[in-house]
């Protein structure tokens, strides 16, 4: 999985990211914050499909490893 199709599978706003992209103006702090854990978490669980559902069924990166 590619980073926006893994954004679609956890519920996360990819369509968000490519806003403020196009607006090419500063976001804030939360934002940023938000952002930056949506794209670490991606880095930690990869684009494996087996991974993301697991991921996903317990919503915690230390059981899924």
């Known amino acids: 999985m590619d980073y926006e199709e893994f954004c679609d599978a956890v519920g996360?706003?990819?369509e968000l990211l490519h806003k403020i992209y196009l607006t090419d103006k500063p976001i804030g702090q939360a934002t940023n914050r938000k952002l930056m854990r949506d794209l670490r978490i991606y880095m930690v669980i990869g684009g494996m499909p087996q991974e993301v559902e697991a991921y996903l069924e317990k919503e915690n990166?230390?059981?899924i490893f």
């Open 61 to 63: 990166l230390m059981m």
């Open 12 to 14: 996360f706003q990819y």
